[in-house]
Structure formats: structure tokens, C-alpha cells
T-cell receptor, first 114, second 116 residues
Framework: DAGVTQSPTHLIKTRGQQVTLRCSPISGHKSVSWYQQVLGQGPQFIFQYYEKEERGRGNFPDRFSARQFPNYSSELNVNALLLGDSALYLCASSLRGSTATEAFFGQGTRLTVV | AQKVTQAQTEISVVEKEDVTLDCVYETRDTTYYLFWYKQPPSGELVFLIR??????QNEISGRYSWNFQKSTSSFNFTITASQVVDSAVYFC?????????????FGKGITLSVRP
């Protein structure tokens, strides 16, 4: 069975541009969460979606947005990129929206903003 | 607010040594989950263990064991007879019991290097 897949794996963007990152959860999983991991730090929660509805939002500016599609895949959009947005963006999928279910992570998208 | 502190930043051991990774957490919740994840160079976070706040029984799973003490808000993780393949960054994380979402709060991670 395929795990959590994220695309692209690497991305280089210029300040001020916009970027879209994609995530496909494990088959049967209905919840997707997004995390930002800056070099040398632990992942920080950005969003969670469950059954296409936003279930949680971390402390990130409105430049960050996300959505979940009927097939439970998800996109994370970041507008007006800043140098500080350079990070590894991780997607996690789980069966349900609560912590009672284990979260499985993808290998991430490494975004570099120059 | 929830917080996870991993005071150790880097640990280096020789293969076959035992190594303990420390984790201290803060939460106002009375029920919660604690996790350990491993992040190899490939970047993917690999789930290792999960405990709920009701269960302080310490267990051993293969070469892994953990020590959960609510009195000191600690959730330490031990690898017995370490191997080179154990080299990775290890994260401790905390989450609500079963809230509206499954947000994980991570520590800063501990880089473990196991030398042959």
C-alpha cells in the first residue's frame, strides 16, 4: 500500500511568489495535517483538515491557506513568499481527526525561497 | 499552552551502547497523548511509540523502552544496544486526548549519532 505522498519533493521559489504543495493521504484516511519544519527545529502545526473541513489552524499568517478535496488529498498554498518560509513542509494523514489515531507522515517538500 | 522540551541537542554513542533520550512536557490538559518520532535523513517522520496520560506503565518493545512519569512530566525513551541504523533525529511530541483536532506539539529534537 502506498504511504503518504507529497509533491514536489524539492522546490525553489523567489520572494514574493506563490507556491502550492500537494499531499495524497494513505488510502482510507480522511484527515490531513500540514506541518512546517524549519532547519534545526521540530515541526510546527499549520492546518488540519478532516472530511474536507478545517479542524485546526496553527499560528501562521493568512498567507498560508489549505484545502482538502473530495478524494481527501490536500493542497497547501503560501502567498507572497518570504525568505523565512524556507523549510521542510510535512503532510500527515490519519484515519480520523482525533489524536486517537496514529498519524503517518510523508517525506515532505523542501521549499527554498531565494 | 502545550510545550515539549528536549534539553539534549546532540548525543553520540558507540554501537551497542544503551542511550536514553529525555523529554519534559507541559500541558494544562488532564488527558493527553505522548509520542516519540524518528526522522532519518530522508525527512519522513517515523512513528515509534504512543502513550496516553492514563497509562503510566512502562514497557519494552524490542530494543525500545520508555519511562513515563506524570509526577515529573517526563517521557523518556531508551534504545538498548544501539545500532548505526538508529542514527537520526528523535522528536518527542504531545497532543490532546481526543479534541477537535490532532495537533501535535513537537520538541526541537535530539540528533543521535551511533558510531560503529
Amino acid at each position: 500500500d502506498a504511504g503518504v505522498t507529497q509533491s514536489p519533493t524539492h522546490l525553489i521559489k523567489t520572494r514574493g511568489q506563490q507556491v502550492t504543495l500537494r499531499c495524497s493521504p494513505i488510502s482510507g484516511h480522511k484527515s490531513v495535517s500540514w506541518y512546517q519544519q524549519v532547519l534545526g527545529q521540530g515541526p510546527q502545526f499549520i492546518f488540519q483538515y478532516y472530511e474536507k473541513e478545517e479542524r485546526g489552524r496553527g499560528n501562521f499568517p493568512d498567507r498560508f491557506s489549505a484545502r482538502q478535496f473530495p478524494n481527501y488529498s490536500s493542497e497547501l498554498n503560501v502567498n507572497a513568499l518570504l525568505l523565512g518560509d524556507s523549510a521542510l513542509y510535512l503532510c500527515a494523514s490519519s484515519l480520523r481527526g482525533s489524536t486517537a489515531t496514529e498519524a503517518f507522515f510523508g517525506q515532505g517538500t523542501r521549499l527554498t525561497v531565494v | 499552552a502545550q510545550k515539549v522540551t528536549q534539553a539534549q541537542t546532540e548525543i553520540s554513542v558507540v554501537e551497542k551502547e544503551d542511550v536514553t533520550l529525555d523529554c519534559v512536557y507541559e500541558t494544562r490538559d488532564t488527558t493527553y497523548y505522548l509520542f516519540w518520532y524518528k526522522q532519518p535523513p530522508s525527512g519522513e517522520l517515523v512513528f515509534l511509540i504512543r502513550r496516553n496520560s492514563f497509562d503510566e506503565q512502562n514497557e519494552i518493545s524490542g530494543r525500545y523502552s520508555w519511562n513515563f512519569q506524570k509526577s515529573t512530566s517526563s517521557f523518556n525513551f531508551t534504545i538498548t544496544a544501539s545500532q548505526v541504523v538508529d542514527s537520526a533525529v528523535y522528536f518527542c511530541a504531545l497532543s490532546e486526548w481526543a479534541g477537535a483536532n490532532s495537533k501535535l506539539t513537537f520538541g526541537k529534537g535530539i540528533t543521535l549519532s551511533v558510531r560503529p
